[in-house]
């Protein structure tokens, strides 16, 4: 991949967290959460090391994704690979040879080359965005990982899945139906997979490869609004899609048809309401039950927590100050965080600490 590729990035979407009469944080702030390590050592050079906690070792963890037991996918993109993490901390490869490819069949021969995004279906199907070979891959609860929609060839094709097009793919989302939600980073589009295999264009227009041609934003319906690379996406129980739109530095929304923004406006860092915020390049975003929007704001270094009323607030991290540092929230540090997930509670996250080669957990006290 390109720019955003190189810098590692990473969705995961579950749902439920329970709100209180503080309208400004439901209940949970930056002092609430306790930030820990939860696998990985970022020490020496990069590894694909399996084990426990501090034993494994990641050589780019990017975007995440939960299953219904609690277990955590992150695609080790600069390895090639999909790690699986236990809630106690036990890493294993679920699929890729750790070296790039394009192969289908058992998962410990499989192939991919930098992928992505990961979503889990209510069967426990694991889907991957296979960033560079331009497809949507589906790794099977029996450990089968097939192509699911895609060619290796990068275009622009809605149709049946086995035909349809995709360029340099990145975030994906599951809903409670088994549709599969595509940020086709490439494409400046949210393409949209049904559980049958058939592919539409949920948002987005405009030329393709655009990501460095400036003012490539637009609200509006969504035939006809315009992206500027998208990354992540997210989508919660009414079915709102919730989109990571890198380059314009937003957190944007499709609902009925309509793109709106949430939040964000020019790049930089600020909380506020709405458009008052400012984000820098935000990779991936997970929305919990009660609408409350997580956000890894990878630019600024720091996590981002958007409530209903479309509040931004820092959740936790030194904004632009990049290391590694556990503890309370307010005080703990990050390095180019890339993908999050979160329980439906929101009661506990999980990050995906790229330049870090860690996985850290955010616990509510």
């Not at 390109?2 to 209940?27: E, F, Q, S, W, Y």
């Not at 060619?151 to 409670?176: I, V």
């Not at 989109?243 to 406006?265: E, F, L, M, Q």
């Not at 540092?325 to 005080?331: F, S």
């Amino acid at each position: 991949m390109r720019h955003v590729a190189i810098a590692l990035l990473l969705t995961a979407t579950l749902l439920g967290c329970k709100k209180n009469d503080d309208p400004t944080t439901n209940g949970a702030s930056v002092s609430t959460y306790v930030v820990s390590t939860l696998a990985g050592t970022g020490t020496g050079t990069s590894g694909r090391a399996d084990g426990t906690g501090g034993t494994a070792t990641f050589a780019g963890p990017n975007q995440t994704a939960l299953d219904a037991q609690g277990n955590l996918y992150v695609t080790d993109s600069d390895n090639h690979c999909i790690r699986k993490v236990t809630p106690a901390g036990v890493v294993s490869t679920l699929a890729g040879r750790g070296t790039a490819g394009y192969l289908d069949g058992p998962a410990a021969t499989a192939a991919f080359n930098y992928p992505i995004g990961v979503a889990v279906d209510g069967q426990g199907t694991v889907y991957v965005a296979d960033n560079n070979n331009n497809c949507i891959r589906a790794i099977s609860p029996a450990g089968v990982v097939s192509t699911w929609a895609g060619t290796t060839a990068p275009g622009l094709q809605d149709g049946p899945a086995a035909t349809a097009r995709f360029w340099e793919p990145m975030g994906l989302a599951c809903d409670q139906q088994g549709r599969l939600y595509v940020a086709d980073a490439r494409n400046e589009r949210i393409r949209q997979i049904s559980a049958q295999g058939v592919v539409s264009t949920l948002a987005g227009s405009g030329s393709t490869d655009v990501k460095f041609v400036p003012d490539n934003f637009a609200d509006g319906p969504a035939a006809t609004a315009l992206f500027y690379y998208p990354s992540g996406v997210a989508v919660d129980g009414q079915g709102t899609v919730y989109v990571a739109d890198y380059n314009n530095h937003r957190i944007r929304k499709i609902a009925a048809g309509t793109v709106s923004t949430v939040a964000g406006s020019t790049g930089g860092y600020a909380d506020g309401l709405g458009s008052q915020a400012k984000l820098y390049l935000p990779t991936s975003l997970a929305v919990d039950a009660g609408g409350v929007l997580y956000v890894a704001d990878w630019g600024n270094g720091c996590l981002r927590r958007i409530e209903t009323t479309g509040q931004v607030s820092l959740l936790a991290g030194n904004p632009r100050t990049l290391g590694y540092l556990d503890g309370p929230a307010a005080t703990s540090v990050f390095s180019r965080s890339a993908g999050i997930a979160v329980l439906p509670s929101g009661a506990l996250l999980y990050v995906a600490d790229s330049n870090n080669r860690r996985i850290r957990q955010l616990t509510r006290q």
